[in-house]
């Protein structure tokens, strides 16, 4: 290994432990790597030497003493406000719940990661900042709307990082770059100094380049030792309408091998209301976030965004009101599902990340806008509250990732990475180690 | 002018907001992809069910009294 980060976030935590690796050496390289290697990818938006510095010196003694993390724009830091993908900041400096939680454990915040506009989308290409490239094809999405910490991640300028998700927004991404992306139990991290702290679809998690890595981010986050164990006898569910329908033959493919591969007895299962899960996602996630877009904010908006807040504007009430007892549907049936197997399986993205430049899928059912595609197969996660885990299981012909999913019952985030932990063994960790163009050794 | 777009267009001068073509074509695609699903959801039979007032998406649901 020539730069510290090719090393996994928990090599580079145990090497300064043992005083194999300077610290501030790591720092700089980290600064240095992502001047070198983010100008196409743009998947960190600000990044501050001197606090980082600042930070390293202060740092206790901790998990990740001395380790560079990034951070979505959507947590105050002490020198800077988060601004949401938008032009403005949508709160001041400060601390927030998850800067104190890197701290005390030590880390560095080494910079912010690009995100959609607003958080409103999975696809990372409208935001104020310009849009977020794949490592994989920098001319495809980085996914949204965590889709700088993704990108950043998987291109190895960071080994982790922190990303939100509403609607898919940590699994989408990760998805998509083909990093390991676990979203918690909704409330499970402490929201305070984040945007979208008054939303009861969000949550905060790790996204890294494997399981081990999540375990490691994910239990700074959630404030306790996910401790691992073997998930050679798990029980999967598979709830194959709607979301083993209507996929890229490749991206089905790709999730039934390592289903496969992983040996796990199989038992098909029905949602209640899953079939409405789509547009519940979408009238939860999107409304309770339109009291905080004041009419200033609107006018400066990205055209696409403000056109979505008008419509969303004009949405019946009746609707949010339906969405409620589809979420009170499907919170009943998860429950009841869990009953007969141990973790819900299906694949994370329909298809991979679509171009920049049309950020549309093509599905056996036709073109399908990214959104509306990918939040099928992540929003019940969202409106239930059950942790999920993106894990990279192949590649696609176009050379992008593919991804399987992952969900287990509430405050079950040590299964999902055993699980994830037994994917990666089963398929001999070619998926979470493959490398992108981007972090190839010639183009370092 | 269609029945979407004088929808669109008394919605928000009621609301006292403006609406241009570009907005009216973005809210145009928006409703050909949410349209139909937002449609199901109207009409689906919900009588039965009843949300969660003391909703905590954190945990699982209570049981029904």
Known sequence: VSHPQDLSLRRQALAVAAGELDPGELLAATLARIDERDGELNSVVARFPEESERMLAAAPPGPLHGVPVAVKDMFQLPWRGPRDGSPREALPPGESAVFRLLRDAGAVVVGVTQMHFWGGGATGHISAYGPVGNPWNVEHVGGGSSGGSAAAVGARLVAGAVGTDGGGSVRIPAGFCGITGLKTTNGSVPTSGYTHGYSSMGAIGPMCRDAADARLLGSVLLGRELLPSEAGGLTVGLVRDPFWTDLDPEAEAASRAALDAAGWPTVDLTIDAAEHALVATVLRLTLEGLPNVTDEELAEADPLMRALVKYERLLPAELLMRADRVRALLRRSVVRAFESCDVLAWPTIPAPAPRIDNPTITLPSGPVPADAATVRQTGIGNLTGLPGVSVPVGTHSSGLPLALQLTAHWGREELLLDAAEHIERATDRIHVDAVPPIAAPSAA | ?65
């Open chain 2, 1 to 65: 002018m269609d029945t979407f777009e004088r929808y669109v267009r008394a919605g928000l001068e009621l609301q006292g907001a403006e609406v241009d073509d570009v907005d009216l074509a973005i809210m145009r695609a928006a409703d050909a992809v949410y349209g139909p699903g937002f449609e199901a959801l109207q009409s689906a039979d919900l009588s039965h069910v009843w949300s969660e007032p003391d909703l905590d998406p954190g945990h699982p649901p209570k049981p029904l009294a």
